[in-house]
């Protein structure tokens, strides 16, 4: 065995195959060039992302995710009604009560649910920085939060009393560990309320705790667009685009576009929100058309691999058309703005729940998972109305 | 119930580990039970830690994590079967190595190491006994209880991290900063071992880690490594020279030129002049004679 077939050679092994890909090997690749395995492949980044829990498991078309959240709310609803349903049947009900319950003691609908569990997710996101948390373990509360609530359903378990287990895990797996008396008490709230969830959390977390967020992304395109546009961009200008970005990127985890969109393309968006000129350009210039590549033939670092875009199967398939030698990114800039369009667009069009329908939609959950308070609050009523109109007999 | 516990064969501070087997298979599996109930801020951070990164990685040089599953408000970690360890065939002197066996068991721990720095991970406690044989012989890189994401540069990290005689000395000054060179230094020294088949550098404590540390290998200087000497810890040490061609030869007996440079690659001072995982796996010392052995023939059970 010679040269760096040695490296290459477990290449069989497995999916992820173990190349050396590299672009300092030139003196051995001559040699080694013409006895590659034959699956020889590189890995790139795109590769690696693949195989990342986030994309595995927690990466959805428009399709999936919706069918997803139906099936959550659907499996909720009928174990809610059939509860209501024993509810009735136990309860020797009149007919006033039989209204109110029909009238209030209502399962969510699949829209009602997602509106409360982002309505919490931000409130995940305002206690996590009142904590004074670092960025990232913010973003991976909101993550965990919202991911815990694409498996359960609001009906069964309130999002009031796993919003502090979220947070509290989010920092342990960030490597930001507080006790958990410490964080009970800046939560104010209490260990065993914390703790109560932690195993449900991790469970439906299935088991996924690495987390990859927008804004290493986000530092990577800030130092690449001012080399990209060298002399061409304002460093200021620049430091403030990276300010309101990093914002905007904790906006974008509160929507689905983290579920639809990889991390660099969200920031990608993200950037397109703050300057569409400055984004397009970059783009043209960092992937230029094929004509001007035989024109200039600029040199592409590897890592701009990790922006294309992820469903992109067809990105493989055309590199290994290529074979070795000519292994650089083929990106489409037009396609890659239009994906990108597509994400600004959704977190554009997300908008927040205001408090009172907020409270609507959890008064609702309330009642059809507790119909008894709501009898006893009609009774409360009917006596109340009763011994008003002897009241005023009496008068 | 899918998974049988059939026998204890270890008991660590977090966690219990059981032989069993896998039903709907017959495969051989290792079930790592971790004690949650000990612990009162709830899950522990080893066991965050470990579920959190074995995710990641599918790698034939990295432990397999087959399943995990909740039991009786404990977690099990359903790994693939490992039967021996590193340490455990270097100290058995009834088994006879090669160097185209070391040759082989570099490559699969340096291939491990790589994939989880590509994947932004550090290992952090790299040691002869967290290197583990499979049943034909490939090495797997386990316990992650230990690893982190590679840091931003400004993060402020622990350097109380790698058993003592694998750490690296920029851990041993207390750098608040680090890298996966950590990892490297830490593969060096294993390297070390398995030539000499002791360890090779023993320190009987932190204090004594730095002494047995910089006599074998020479105390780093600021020429060799800009501003080490403002390590709070830099002025009490006596300096050593570092070990000349001929010396480590010497001590290095059946090392070819090659495997010293090998060596000295992942065993540079200087964090920032060390070996990279990728300039380790391209060293010449992969591409000379003899060719790693097959791991399948090396024998590992005396």
Redesign the interface.
């Known amino acids: 065995m010679t040269d760096v077939q040695v490296i290459e050679e477990s290449a069989t092994n497995a999916v992820t195959a173990n190349v050396v890909e590299n672009e300092k090997e030139a003196p051995a690749k001559s040699s080694a060039e013409n006895n590659k395995p034959p699956n020889y492949k590189r890995i790139s980044d795109d590769d690696l992302y693949r195989h990342s829990s986030q994309y595995r498991m927690w990466s959805y078309t428009r399709e999936q995710l919706e069918e997803k959240r139906v099936d959550t709310n659907s499996r909720a609803v009928a174990s809610i009604e059939e509860d209501l349903l024993k509810f009735r049947q136990a309860h020797n009900l009149i007919e006033e009560e039989v209204k109110i319950l029909e009238a209030k003691a209502i399962p969510l609908t699949m829209e009602e649910e997602l509106s409360l569990v982002n309505f919490y997710a931000k409130k995940v996101q305002v206690i996590a920085q009142h904590l004074n948390l670092p960025t990232e373990v913010v973003a991976t509360s909101i993550s965990f939060f919202r991911r815990f609530y694409l498996e359960n359903s609001v009906m069964h378990i309130d999002p009031k009393s796993i919003v502090h287990t979220t947070i509290f895990l989010a920092c342990k797996s960030e490597n930001y560990f507080i006790s958990v008396d410490s964080f009970a008490q800046k939560a104010k709230s209490t260990r065993e309320s914390i703790i109560k969830y932690e195993f449900k959390l991790l469970e439906s977390l299935k088991f996924s705790l690495l987390n990859h967020h927008p804004y290493k992304p986000l530092h990577g395109f800030f130092l690449d667009i001012q080399n990209v546009l060298y002399g061409k961009v304002d460093l200021n200008y620049m430091g403030q685009i990276y300010d309101r970005c990093k914002k905007r990127i904790t906006g974008a985890l509160l929507t689905d576009v983290v579920y639809l969109y990889t991390p660099p393309q969200i920031t990608l968006a993200t950037l397109l929100i703050e300057d569409e000129a400055l984004v397009t350009r970059y783009l043209e210039m960092k992937f230029p058309s094929k004509e001007k590549i035989q024109e200039q033939e600029p040199e592409l670092e590897p890592e701009t691999e990790k922006k294309e875009a992820q469903n992109d199967e067809s990105k493989i398939e055309k590199d290994d058309d290529q074979g070795i030698e000519n292994d650089k990114p083929s990106i489409d800039s037009a396609k890659l703005l239009a994906v990108i369009m597509e994400c600004k667009e959704l977190i554009e069009e997300t908008a927040p729940l205001s408090t009172e329908d907020a409270k609507r939609i959890a008064a609702k959950n309330y009642y059809c998972q507790n119909p008894s308070s709501l009898i006893q609050k009609l009774k409360r009523k009917m006596n109340e109305d009763t011994s008003a109109a002897e009241k005023r007999q009496k008068i | 119930m899918e998974y049988t516990k059939e026998k204890k064969v270890g008991e660590g501070t977090y966690a219990v580990v059981y032989l069993g087997s896998q039903h709907s298979t017959g495969r051989k599996i290792a079930v790592k039970e971790i004690k949650?109930s000990e612990f009162?801020?709830?899950?522990d951070?080893s066991a965050?830690?470990e579920?959190?990164?074995l995710?990641?990685m599918?790698?034939?040089?990295v432990i397999e994590l087959v399943d995990?599953f909740?039991a009786y408000?404990n977690?099990n970690l359903v790994l693939e079967f490992l039967p021996t360890d590193l340490e455990v065939v270097i100290k058995d002197k009834s088994i006879l190595f090669t160097p185209a066996d070391i040759k082989a068991w570099m490559?699969m721990t340096l291939?491990g190491v790589?994939?989880c720095h590509?994947?932004f991970i550090l290992h952090r406690d790299l040691k002869p006994n967290n290197l583990l044989f499979s049943p034909d012989g490939q090495i797997k890189v386990a316990d992650f209880g230990l690893a982190?994401?590679i840091p931003?540069p400004h993060e402020i990290l622990t350097s109380n991290v790698v058993t003592r005689w694998y750490r690296a000395p920029e851990l041993l000054f207390g750098a608040k900063h680090y890298t996966s060179a950590i990892d490297i230094w830490s593969v060096g020294v294993i390297f070390a071992e398995l030539m000499l088949r002791i360890p090779y550098l023993p320190g009987q404590n932190d204090v004594d880690q730095m002494e047995v540390t910089f006599r074998a290998l020479g105390t780093p200087t600021d020429r060799a490594w800009p501003e080490v000497s403002s390590f709070t810890s830099y002025n009490k040490l006596q300096i050593y020279p570092p070990p000349s061609r001929d010396e480590l030869r010497k001590r290095f007996i059946a090392a070819s030129e090659y495997a010293l440079d090998f060596m000295c690659g992942m065993l540079t001072m200087n964090p920032q002049k060390r070996w990279n995982a990728?300039e380790c796996?391209?060293s010449d010392y992969?591409?000379e004679l003899p060719?790693?052995s097959d791991p399948s023939t090396i024998k590992i059970r005396s």
Do not use: C, S, W
């Open positions: 949650t009162k801020d709830g899950l951070m965050i830690r579920v959190k990164y995710q990641e599918q790698h034939p040089n995990i909740m408000d977690l490559l291939r790589y994939h590509r994947n982190r994401a931003a990728i796996l391209e992969f591409k060719p790693p």
